[in-house]
T-cell receptor, first 112, second 114 residues
Framework: GDSVTQMEGPVTLSEEAFLTINCTYT??????LFWYVQYPGEGLQLLLK?????DKGSNKGFEATYRKETTSFHLEKGSVQVSDSAVYFC???????????FGAGTRLFVKA | DVKVTQSSRYLVKRTGEKVFLECVQD?????MFWYRQDPGLGLRLIYF???????EKGDIPEGYSVSREKKERFSLILESASTNQTSMYLC?????????????FGDGTRLSIL
């Protein structure tokens, strides 16, 4: 079945450091890919998405590119802030399906 | 902005009780979902609904049931609560079946079963 694998955390960075959170997926068709973020005490919210190969999703300085050849959707940010501390979830949704498959989440701590 | 509201942020119940978790969305979304979130396991789908009175089992439906009598409201029911159901419960909704539609989440209910 479909699955999403993302790097284990926690990831601890200093402010202004470069961030990469790796995400790879397994899917039978042509899924849409998402990154969600969960701030402390809140539910998940959509950070960015990409719906086809080579699409780049971007929001709030974060970017991720849909790479079909490597089945990856890595999240990057050039300069993190303390306010980026949260849990990040990679997810996929299959064509014609109701369900979204989520990765286990990666906790990010950013130190001042 | 879409608003998904869960009735309680924190709930403490006793083993064997029947527990109701309520969720309301205000954007006329067709699909609604219940997940539980546990450390290291990510989100696991319990049940979802794609229309009023329609429901489908997710990956871990055992010990749970759901009700969707109105489009905006989706209830999760723990028939006889057990300690292994202590968890964070998240409700979500999405507009249509289209696969590129994101889900919108409530803030969660942290449920403790004593």
């Amino acid at each position: 079945g479909d699955s999403v694998t993302q790097m284990e955390g926690p990831v601890t960075l200093s402010e202004e450091a470069f961030l990469t959170i790796n995400c790879t997926y397994t899917a039978t068709g042509y899924p849409s890919l998402f990154w969600y973020v969960q701030y402390p005490g809140e539910g998940l919210q959509l950070l960015l998405k990409a719906t086809k190969a080579d699409d780049k999703g971007s929001n709030k300085g974060f970017e991720a590119t849909y790479r079909k050849e490597t089945t990856s959707f890595h999240l990057e940010k050039g300069s993190v802030q303390v306010s980026d501390s949260a849990v990040y979830f990679c997810a996929l949704s299959e064509t014609g399906g109701f369900k979204t498959i989520f990765g286990a989440g990666t906790r990010l701590f950013v130190k001042a | 902005d879409v608003k998904v509201t869960q009735s309680s942020r924190y709930l403490v119940k006793r083993t064997g009780e029947k527990v109701f978790l309520e969720c309301v969305q205000d954007m006329d979304h067709e699909n609604m979902f219940w997940y539980r979130q546990d450390p290291g396991l990510g989100l696991r789908l319990i049940y979802f609904s794609y229309d009023v009175k329609m429901k489908e089992k997710g990956d871990i439906p055992e010990g749970y049931s759901v009700s969707r009598e109105k489009k905006e409201r989706f209830s999760l029911i723990l028939e006889s609560a057990s300690t292994n159901q202590t968890s964070m419960y998240l409700c979500a909704s999405s507009f249509t079946q289209a696969y590129n539609q994101p889900q919108h989440f409530g803030d969660g209910t942290r449920l403790s079963i004593l």
